[in-house]
């Protein structure tokens, strides 16, 4: 059964710091990684998607990376500004051709002013 | 496309009332899951359909619940009766079947059994 676990679970930092959420994953036999951002009382919206056959994605001040060998991705969020403060979920899709996710628990993330 | 629609957007129901939750993916996909939130064990894959056809619904937690996609642009989950457990946050997605294709949510319905 696929677990996927996030470090650290929460995390405040100044801002303008550069900071990386870390996702790992048991089964390495995944369709792809979705990165995700969940304000409070809020829907998730999708940041990032990486494909099995990628290693990295990048969307403005937002990279995410993927090792499925070692099962672990990152996200990396450039110059960080109070208007990321949020949870940030990874979910992986497993190898049935359907976008079924397995999430993890979520890193909850401050950035002060 | 206005995204994922679900509705109603917060439900507060009395203990051993029927609930049914209704959601509208976005035009063109073909895929359509049902999660639940809670704090205790996160979000969880309740079940999902196919063109329209339940593919699997291991995920739901008792027989008390049920879902339908009469057709592809209408899905609704029902629990019969409804419990307090039962309160959490769910969340709609939909998405094309297939590799490198993104699962989409709706802004959930935040469902209170009291």
């Known amino acids: 059964k696929q677990e996927v676990t996030q470090i650290p679970a929460a995390l405040s930092v100044p801002e303008g710091e550069n900071l990386v959420l870390n996702c790992s994953f048991t089964d390495s036999a995944i369709y792809n990684l979705q990165w995700f951002r969940q304000d409070p009382g809020k829907g998730l919206t999708s940041l990032l998607l990486i494909q099995s056959s990628q290693r990295e994605q990048t969307s403005g001040r937002l990279n995410a990376s993927l090792d499925k060998s070692s099962g672990r991705s990152t996200l990396y969020i450039a110059a960080s500004q109070p208007g990321d403060s949020a949870t940030y979920l990874c979910a992986v899709g497993g190898n049935t051709g359907f976008q079924k996710l397995v999430f993890g628990t979520g890193t909850r993330l401050l950035v002060s002013p | 496309d206005a995204g994922v629609i679900q509705s109603p957007r917060h439900e507060v129901t009395e203990m051993g009332q029927e609930v049914t939750l209704r959601c509208k993916p976005i035009?063109?996909?073909?895929?359509l899951f049902w999660y639940r939130q809670t704090m205790m064990r996160g979000l969880e894959l309740l079940i999902y359909?196919?063109?329209?056809?339940?593919?699997?619904d291991s995920g739901m937690p008792e027989d008390r619940f049920s879902a339908k996609m009469p057709n592809a642009s209408f899905s609704t989950l029902k629990i019969q009766p409804s419990e307090p457990r039962d309160s959490a946050v769910y969340f709609c997605?939909?998405?094309?079947?297939?590799?490198?294709?993104?699962?989409?949510f709706g802004q959930g319905t935040r469902l209170t059994v009291v």
């Open positions: 035009s063109g996909h073909n895929s």
């Open positions: 359909f196919n063109n329209n056809v339940p593919i699997d």
């Open positions: 997605a939909s998405s094309f079947r297939g590799e490198g294709t993104e699962a989409f």
